[in-house]
């Protein structure tokens, strides 16, 4: 993958109102996306994690406040310009039928080409990078629509990374995968912000990977957010409970230190015979 970006991109929106016609979602949102680092949305359905996203993509306007790029109103520049700073994979993405995975990576080169000037060079190492990155290269040929639901994730992803920004906005990327291709991921997005100074802003529905893999979190319920910070500071039992109207315990993992949701479940919903514990050394922090 492609070094570090020359200029870290600075993604806030500011006071954003944003919804459907007569349907209001977002209300009244602040958000400074940190840079160079992995930030989780996490909330219940519904609750505006998309709808934030597009807004901050500008591929939804917002009825007021604003998004701003470096500083600048994100609905005043130029389409090329943002595209080639700013890529999102939207929930359940299609693609046309036929299309081989190599031609949809190809997809992700679009914002850097020119009627008067390609770089065709430039365009292949790109998308060679991107699947080769995403272990994709294999089914290059196939047909996007002829391959799993993960692999197809994958596929969509390597179009993401193809287009080269430093922002990458991803809608629920994990979708359709094993819990081991989903960690694969994680630790490849990871990796992406620490290693290569991208700055990702991912929808998340696993607690326990977010806040094994966030540098921030931020919490959303009914278009607000209401909490953001380190999974340390905001995985607690009671936003749990506030946000996700979730029973849960808050544990440490043992040997990371990361915050682990255990769910309490209720009464009735238990197994009648339980396993002895294990004998883990696990700590309640919430
Ligand atoms: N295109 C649309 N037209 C009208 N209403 C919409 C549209 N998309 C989403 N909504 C509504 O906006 C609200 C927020 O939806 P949004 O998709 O942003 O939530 P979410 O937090 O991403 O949910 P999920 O976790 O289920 O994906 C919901 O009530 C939803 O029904």
Redesign the pocket.
């Known amino acids: 993958m492609p070094s570090t970006p020359a200029k870290t991109p600075r993604l806030t929106g500011e006071a954003l109102h944003a ?2 016609e007569s ?1 209001r ?1 977002l209300d009244g949102v602040d958000l400074a996306v940190a840079e160079g680092q992995l930030t989780v949305l996490l ?1 219940p ?7 934030l996203l597009k807004t901050l993509a500008r591929t939804l306007t917002p009825s007021a406040g604003r998004v701003c790029l470096d500083g600048q109103d994100i609905h005043r520049r130029n389409t090329r310009e943002v595209a080639q700073r700013l890529g999102i994979l939207p ?1 359940g993405p299609s693609a046309p039928e036929g299309l081989t995975v190599r031609q949809l990576v190809g997809m992700g080169r679009f914002p850097h080409r020119r009627l008067w000037r390609q770089d065709a060079e430039r365009d292949a190492r790109a998308i060679h990078a991107a699947m080769a990155y995403t272990d994709v290269a294999a089914f290059a040929e196939r047909s996007v629509d002829a391959l799993s639901g993960g692999q197809r994730q994958r596929c969509w992803i390597a179009m993401v990374l193809a287009q080269e920004t430093d922002l990458i906005l991803l809608d629920e990327p994990t979708t359709f995968l094993d819990l081991k291709v989903q960690v694969d991921l994680l630790e490849l997005l990871s990796r992406l912000a620490h290693e290569h100074g991208r700055t990702l802003l991912l ?1 998340l ?1 696993d607690l326990n990977l977010a806040a094994a893999y966030a540098d921030r979190l931020v919490m959303m319920r009914d278009g607000r957010i209401v909490t953001s910070g380190t999974p340390r500071d905001v995985f607690t039992a009671t936003h749990l409970k506030g946000v996700f109207d979730l029973d849960a315990r808050v544990l440490e993992d043992p040997e990371t230190g990361s915050p682990i949701c255990v769910p309490t479940p209720r009464r009735g919903a238990r197994p009648s015979a339980r396993p002895a514990s294990p004998t883990v050394d696990r700590r309640c922090i919430s």
């Open positions: 919804g459907y349907r979602v909330g359905n519904g609750s505006g994690k998309s709808t929930q929808v529905h």
